[in-house]
């Protein structure tokens, strides 16, 4: 094959439509790769990454709506989540390409974890709101029993900040490599990827963060050393 290309698809792409249901994002995600279909059938490398932002906080509204009953889910599990779904339905999609268009490619999903730069969290690395918006007194009470930081959006209420930490590598990063080399179609790095970091005895820790995902498709660009 004689390049390698990386595709950056946006989470509100996928998700855009009346309610944006599930079958909205099966068709979104159909429709995508239809369009992907010149790259697949070329000789090129293929790598694809998808932001979650939305599904991201369809996950902690429902979450926040069963809270009753149910535990409140990890944000690097929540992102666990949302990777494995919508590289699901971009995989099936995919895969329906390459059969109508005969082609001998596999098309491979892998669930992505990001190590991150926990130091700049230290009141230095930006803030993002995640999740659903929150009244005064809800805000407070997650405040303290939670130690969220909450931020006022006026005329919505209040919503958690997490920070947007700085990636510092991909740690699957390697296994992916072979596999897009090997001419598989490779969906990796899905919302930035799972933010984790090293605890004190080296152990992969998940981290209540954020990552850019277009920072993970530059960074992920550099390591196949993509030509597109």
């Given at each position: 094959?004689?390049g390698?290309v990386?595709?950056?698809?946006?989470?509100?792409?996928?998700?855009?439509?009346?309610?944006?249901?599930?079958?909205?994002?099966?068709?979104n995600?159909?429709?995508?790769?239809?369009?992907?279909t010149?790259?697949?059938?070329?000789?090129?490398?293929?790598?694809?990454?998808h932001?979650?932002?939305?599904?991201?906080?369809?996950?902690?509204?429902?979450?926040?709506?069963?809270?009753h009953?149910?535990?409140?889910?990890?944000?690097?599990?929540?992102?666990?989540?949302?990777?494995?779904?919508?590289?699901?339905?971009?995989?099936?999609?995919?895969?329906?390409?390459?059969?109508?268009?005969?082609?001998?490619?596999?098309?491979?999903?892998?669930?992505?974890?990001?190590?991150?730069d926990t130091?700049?969290?230290?009141?230095?690395?930006?803030?993002?709101?995640?999740?659903p918006?929150?009244?005064?007194?809800?805000a407070?009470?997650?405040?303290?029993?939670?130690?969220?930081?909450?931020?006022?959006?006026?005329?919505?209420g209040?919503?958690r900040?997490?920070?947007?930490?700085?990636?510092?590598?991909?740690?699957?990063?390697?296994?992916i490599r072979?596999?897009?080399?090997?001419?598989?179609?490779?969906?990796?790095?899905g919302?930035?990827?799972?933010?984790?970091?090293?605890?004190?005895?080296?152990?992969?820790?998940?981290?209540?963060?954020?990552?850019e995902?277009?920072?993970?498709?530059?960074?992920?660009?550099?390591r196949?050393?993509?030509?597109?």
């Open positions: 094959m004689s390698t990386v595709v950056l698809v946006s989470g509100e792409v996928l998700a855009n439509g009346h309610g944006s249901t599930i079958a909205d994002q099966r068709h995600a159909q429709t995508l790769a239809e369009g992907l010149p790259l697949l059938t070329s000789d090129l490398r293929v790598a694809i990454l932001g979650n932002k939305p599904q991201v906080g369809f996950v902690l509204f429902r979450s926040e709506l069963a809270s009953a149910l535990h409140a889910i990890p944000l690097d599990v929540c992102g666990a989540d949302t990777q494995g779904a919508t590289g699901y339905m971009l995989s099936q999609a995919l895969i329906n390409v390459v059969q109508q268009q005969q082609l001998n490619r596999h098309v491979m999903c892998i669930l992505t974890q990001t190590r991150v130091g700049a969290s230290n009141g230095k690395a930006p803030l993002q709101a995640i999740g918006w929150f009244d005064r007194d809800k407070e009470q997650y405040r303290q029993t939670r130690d969220w930081i909450m931020l006022e959006e006026p005329g919505r209040y919503r900040a997490v920070p947007s930490l700085p990636a510092l590598e991909i740690v699957e990063i390697e296994g072979q596999l897009v080399e090997s001419g598989n179609i490779v969906i990796a790095g919302g930035g990827g799972v933010p984790v970091a090293r605890g004190e005895l080296g152990n992969l820790e998940g981290v209540e963060a954020v990552v995902t277009e920072q993970v498709a530059v960074l992920m660009a550099q196949l050393q993509a030509n597109i």
